[in-house]
């Protein structure tokens, strides 16, 4: 199943996804993990990207929208994927219709994550990311077993670049607008389904589970 995880910052889309992915056997394909990645790597995208990252703003689409591109021609996708934060503008979505296209394949669903903003603020400043294998954690939600230590690999915790407050902030204030334009593109295509988001992390997997036909 081809599927698009729509959804402000902090929504819970990374989280889920993960968990989805694994259970669907499709791959995660999270635009700002590959940005983030190739900002470790400092490679030429990396370099691109960073100073939007780092200040809350979208990375320009042409960037954006050629790097998705190559990464759905890759053999991996041909039996699904869950992409990750991506279209995130109307010039996005278009692109993506447009690429699937010439896969001679189609985008089936989109989950759109909905939840109010104060949650969203609390989710993403107490979020913490392994900088060993990338799992995410909560400081209070969803608490690693030690404090500061992942407990997949044993790797640091940290916090993201752009999870301070006053970035926070700015990032729903940039995604707030065009996320709802997407919702309202999907809703036309008759793709859009909504989850509530904002309860806990087993509440928004089951509506999810419901959402793909798993149970
Ligand atoms: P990206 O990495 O995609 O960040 P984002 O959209 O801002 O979303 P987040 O990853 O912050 O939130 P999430 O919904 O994944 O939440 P998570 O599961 O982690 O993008 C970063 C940047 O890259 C962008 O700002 C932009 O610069 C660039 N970029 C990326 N894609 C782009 C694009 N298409 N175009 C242009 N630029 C692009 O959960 C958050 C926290 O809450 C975690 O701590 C988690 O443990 C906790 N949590 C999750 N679910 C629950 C729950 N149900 N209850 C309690 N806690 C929960
Ligand atoms: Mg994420
Ligand atoms: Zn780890």
Do not use: W
Not at 103 to 130: H, M, N, Q, T
Not at 140 to 150: H, I, R
Request: charged share 30%; hydrophobic share 35%.
């Amino acid at each position: 199943m081809n599927i698009v995880f729509l959804g402000l910052p902090g929504t819970g889309k990374g989280t889920q996804a993960e968990m989805l992915a694994g259970e669907m056997e499709i791959p995660h394909i999270a635009t700002g993990d590959i940005f983030r990645e190739a900002i470790g790597r400092q490679t030429e995208l990396g370099q691109k990207a960073r100073k939007f990252m780092d200040a809350g703003e979208l990375v320009p689409d042409e960037v954006t929208c050629g790097m998705v591109k190559e990464r759905l021609a890759q053999e991996d996708t041909m039996s699904g994927f869950i992409l990750d934060g991506f279209p995130r503008t109307l010039a996005q979505a278009e692109a993506l219709d447009q690429i699937m296209q010439q896969l001679g394949r189609k985008l089936e669903l989109v989950i759109y994550f909905a939840a109010p903003e104060e949650v969203l603020i609390r989710r993403l400043s107490g979020r913490r990311v392994c900088s060993g294998c990338g799992a995410t954690y909560h400081v209070e939600f969803n608490p690693p077993l030690e404090e500061g230590t992942c407990d997949r690999c044993g790797g640091e915790l940290k916090q993201r670049e752009d999870d301070r407050e006053e970035t926070v902030i700015h990032r729903l204030q940039v995604n707030r607008e065009k996320t709802q334009q997407l919702v309202d593109y999907y809703e036309r295509q008759g793709k859009l389904t909504s989850l509530t988001a904002e309860g806990s992390l087993e509440k928004v997997r089951e509506q999810l589970k419901e959402a793909v036909g798993l149970i």
